[in-house]
């Protein structure tokens, strides 16, 4: 496909998002509502990965990947055994509620590719928010 755009003389350049400037382009919140400020939620996260069977493994790779690909991104500091603190930024309780349940979804997810299922619970310190 490239040889054929050369040969018409088409110039093949780096991809360019759109011709409009950024400051041309139009806004996501309404000019009479201000924007909302962003927060940040402490979760603590309590976290058991179990074997489906003894017959298989994987409770390791699964608590590793679990670690890596989902809560390292909310600045995962592990506390004691199977407890984690979570940092997590929104604007509002809905957009926390949506973030927490979308990441516990992730965390069941990972743990069934890997023939495990998981026991957790997470709550907010300041609120006692539990989900």
């Known amino acids: 496909m490239y040889s054929y755009l050369r040969h018409r003389g088409v110039e093949i350049g780096a991809y360019q998002k759109s011709a409009r400037s950024r400051d041309q382009q139009p806004s996501a919140a309404s000019p009479a509502e201000p924007p909302a400020a962003e927060r940040v939620a402490t979760v603590t996260l309590r976290l058991a990965v179990v074997n489906n069977s003894k017959f298989v493994r994987g409770r390791k790779r699964a608590t590793e990947n679990i670690e890596r690909y989902c809560l390292e991104p909310y600045g995962m500091k592990r506390l004691d055994a199977g ?49």
Request: hydrophobic share 30%; net charge negative; charged share 40%.
């Open 83 to 131: 407890h984690y603190e979570l940092t997590i930024p929104y604007r509002s309780d809905d957009e926390l509620d949506k973030s927490v349940h979308d990441l516990l979804t992730e965390i069941s997810q990972e743990a069934d590719m890997r023939n495990c299922f998981v026991e957790m619970g997470a709550w907010e310190e300041d609120t006692e928010k539990r989900w």
